[in-house]
């Protein structure tokens, strides 16, 4: 051992002495020496062999450490330092008991806050939000910027890593974080999500990922879920969650095909009259029949596709295919007043939408009056985007319909109504189901009924399940309802049958009537 180290030792030191700037200075000459003590062949060797030698010195020296990457917002490391530290400590778990672990704190809504605050605000937003971090957690302990508004903190090993301090850890600094931030003069209250995952419930490492990054994916897999239950959630990764994650990210793989397959598609729910009973209109709902999964509904797949950007695609689907079933019912002899389609706060920030909707207006030879654009009642409360606003008031000076969607959920004023233009306002399912039993979600509707009518606003009710519940609402004044009571979501294939079975049974007691009197 000691004879092998020696001359180890001695190329690095010749290496080092090498790479020394004054003797560097002294390197042109050696060839001129060469020439001098042994002729003409020792400088050619001298100047071909030299290069060689001083690479080989250079690369037998101690290579210099190389500086980790940092984020140029908040001055934090990156997601390999993160995965590096956990690496580390997994490495020495199995020798002296202690284990690491992983947190990853997401800022909800991030997205709305950096538009409405603006990309200075929102980076000092996220440099707060790292030294709150850094001064909540142990010195030891490693924190990183993800993407986005997102941490990492590996946790340094410890005895005692297991679910509950762990938790309580997540929790302090979920607290932290979300204490008031001062952004444009004006004090902002945030929320956060948090996931983690411990060691002993670490995925493990494979070819492609090191154990520590193994470990950094599963807390950000628990973020996700912490995200879709929140906000202001805490999950801990679980063994369910990775197979749940897997499915999503198999069914998420097929959302882009499906789009171009045409296997996303409209369904058609149609709108009653309380007081005439006619068909008033159609609301699109889309639909995606799965090839393996079958019928999936939007709850199963929706998020997916607005994390994926899909959503712009998906809107001009819906609109296309509502536009042809309304011409298409046209000829066949059914005019329908109006057919409602949903549009995300994604396409109302998209300033070209109302020229898309009137060039597929004009396309189908429809008036702008015979669609209503569904707008979540979320997307217009508190101080939403100008753009979307600006969007809103064209679509309306356009002369489309306004409906505003989950009514009482959202927490919309009546300034915003005004502001938006809206014609029509639905009210929400949760207040609907059970309210023939309940005299206390009676009073909430009638209430609702009440100011929509002060207000010179149309009014229907969505999730209508029960005769007594559509009885109810006719009682109170709603003019219009949609549920399964009525109908459920049905392909266009089989619209214009229960049109037709419809119109034949509100027409059955007019001819009774007139038998009667003959």
């Known amino acids: 051992m000691t004879q092998t180290a020696r001359p180890i030792s001695s190329l690095s030191l010749l290496a080092a002495i090498a790479r020394r700037p004054e003797t560097l200075l002294f390197l042109p000459l050696l060839p001129l020496a060469a020439f001098w003590a042994w002729g003409e062949t020792a400088l050619i060797a001298a100047a071909f062999g030299l290069p060689g030698a001083i690479a080989l010195l250079f690369a037998i020296g101690p290579a210099r450490p190389r500086t980790p990457e940092r984020d140029g917002t908040t001055g934090l490391l990156l997601r390999d330092s993160v995965a590096a530290a956990l690496d580390e400590g997994l490495a020495v778990r199995a020798a002296s008991g202690l284990s690491p672990a992983c947190i990853v704190l997401a800022i909800d809504e991030a997205d709305m806050l950096a538009r409405r605050h603006g990309h200075a605000d929102f980076a000092q937003l996220l440099r707060e939000t790292a030294a709150r971090i850094a001064a909540t957690v142990r010195q030891a302990d490693q924190v990183a910027r993800l993407d986005g508004a997102c941490f990492a903190i590996a946790l340094a090993p410890v005895q005692r890593a297991d679910l509950e301090s762990v938790l309580q850890i997540a929790s302090r600094l979920q607290s932290a974080v979300e204490d008031n931030v001062i952004l444009e003069a004006a ?71 499906a789009l171009d397959n045409g296997d996303m598609r409209a369904f058609f729910q149609p709108q009653i009259s309380t007081e005439t009973g006619a068909i008033t209109g159609f609301e699109v709902l889309v639909r995606w029949q799965h090839p393996v999964r079958g019928l999936l509904t939007p709850d199963a797949f929706l998020p997916l596709l607005q994390m994926a950007g899909l959503a712009e695609r998906l809107g001009e689907r819906m609109l296309y295919q509502a536009m042809g079933a309304m011409r298409r019912w046209e000829e066949a002899g059914h005019r329908i007043d109006s057919i409602g389609v949903n549009f995300s706060a994604e396409e109302l920030r998209n300033p070209r939408l109302p020229d898309r909707i009137a060039w597929e207006l004009d396309r189908f030879g429809l008036a702008p009056d015979r669609l209503s ?10 101080d939403a985007d100008d753009v979307v606003v600006k969007t809103i008031s064209r679509l309306a000076e356009m002369g489309c319909r306004i409906d505003l969607d989950d009514f009482g959920t959202g927490h919309a004023s009546i300034a915003s109504i005004r502001r938006f233009a809206v014609s029509r306002i639905k009210i929400d399912r949760s207040f609907v189901s059970g309210m023939a039993d309940d005299r206390e979600q009676q009073r909430i509707v009638a209430a609702i009924l009440s100011m929509a009518e002060r207000l010179g606003l149309e009014t229907i009710a969505e999730g209508v399940e029960t005769g007594a519940e559509h009885a109810l609402l006719a009682q109170l004044g709603c ?39 003959e």
Not at 187 to 193: G, L, N, P, T, Y
Not at 242 to 252: F, G, I, Q, T, V
């Open 187 to 257: 004090e902002v209250q945030i929320s956060a999500s948090v996931g983690f995952c411990t060691a002993d419930r670490a995925p493990g490492g494979d070819a492609e990922r090191s154990a520590g990054m193994a470990l950094l994916t599963a807390a950000e897999a628990a973020m996700e879920d912490a995200t879709h239950n929140g906000p202001g959630a805490i999950r801990a990764y679980t063994r369910e969650l990775a197979d749940k994650r897997a499915d999503l990210s198999c069914l998420r793989a097929d959302l882009a095909p």
């Open 479 to 517: 003019g219009h309802v949609q549920g399964y009571a009525l109908a459920h979501p049905m392909p266009e294939t089989e619209t214009l049958a229960w049109i037709e079975r419809h119109k034949a049974r509100a027409q059955a007691p007019l001819l009774l009537e007139r038998r009667a009197g």
């Open 373 to 382: 654009i569904e707008v979540l009642e979320s997307v217009v409360a508190g």
